[in-house]
């Protein structure tokens, strides 16, 4: 069974920066691609970064440059660092993991595995 559970989530203003994790079984961890995804009030769910289980990564246009994701191995822990954060960046923030070898398209659709959110407010 695939457990995912985000913690980090907060408010920040502007500018500022947070670190979302994901803890999930060693199975898991070593075996899935991983990703995060958000949804903002009245928005469709988007993703925003994925890894695999390889270490190759993508990341969604609207955040290069300012969102990191990485693993730890020692921790069995999946992380997003986002910097410069923004007010559109506010969203629920969700963790996913799959087997899909099309992981790197960052589609909901191809993501079976969800954790239960964490919320993220950036304020201008």
């Known amino acids: 069974q695939v457990q995912l559970v985000e913690s980090g989530g907060g408010s920040v203003q502007a500018g500022g920066s947070l670190r979302l994790s994901c803890a999930a079984s060693?199975?898991?961890?070593?075996?899935?691609?991983m990703g995060w995804f958000r949804q903002a009030p009245g928005k469709e769910r988007e993703g925003v970064a994925a890894?695999?289980?390889?270490?190759?990564?993508s990341y969604a246009d609207s955040v290069k440059g300012r969102f990191t994701i990485s693993k730890d191995n020692a921790k069995n822990t999946l992380y997003l660092q986002m910097n410069s954060l923004k007010p559109e960046d506010t969203a629920m923030y969700y963790c996913?993991?799959?087997?899909?070898?099309?992981?790197?398209?960052?589609?909901?659709?191809?993501?079976?595995?969800w954790g239960q959110g964490t919320q993220v407010t950036v304020s201008s």
């Open positions: 890894i695999d289980s390889d270490g190759s990564t």
């Open positions: 060693r199975y898991t961890y070593s075996t899935y691609c």
């Open positions: 996913a993991a799959d087997r899909n070898k099309n992981w790197w398209h960052l589609s909901v659709a191809d993501f079976g595995y």
